[in-house]
């Protein structure tokens, strides 16, 4: 089992930025890949950010890339997300997401990032 809590999220104006963590605890040498997703009132969940466990390789959807960035906190075994220029379309619930060698997927509780226009 592995547990995430994230932190980090809150209130900005459009242009501004935000800094999102994510804790890990438990079984933490199993995760192969780390990442974020959002999920925007009535729309799909949807991934932001992704980082492997062994070369820290990254990947980004077209919406946020240039302007998110993602990276391992080897300190608390978690994941930080970077956000700038960010816009009102980046209003969501964002996850913290973990995914092991044998494809058990785990959540974090989710945080809530407004950004005001």
């Known amino acids: 089992q592995v547990q995430l809590v994230e932190s980090g999220g809150g209130l900005v104006q459009a242009g501004g930025s935000l800094r999102l963590s994510c804790a890990a605890s438990?079984?933490?040498?199993?995760?192969?890949?780390m990442g974020w997703y959002r999920q925007a009132p009535g729309k799909q969940r949807e991934m932001v950010a992704s980082?492997?466990?062994?070369?820290?390789?990254?990947n980004y959807p077209d919406s946020v890339k240039g302007r998110f960035t993602i990276s391992r906190d080897n300190d608390n075994c978690g994941v930080h997300l970077r956000m700038n220029k960010l816009k009102p379309e980046d209003t969501a619930v964002y996850y913290c997401?973990?995914?092991?060698?044998?494809?058990?997927?785990?959540w974090g509780q989710g945080t809530q990032v407004t950004v005001s226009s």
């Open positions: 997401n973990a995914v092991n060698g044998i494809g058990d997927t785990y």
């Open positions: 438990g079984s933490i040498f199993s995760i192969n890949i």
């Open positions: 980082v492997t466990s062994d070369d820290g390789r990254t």
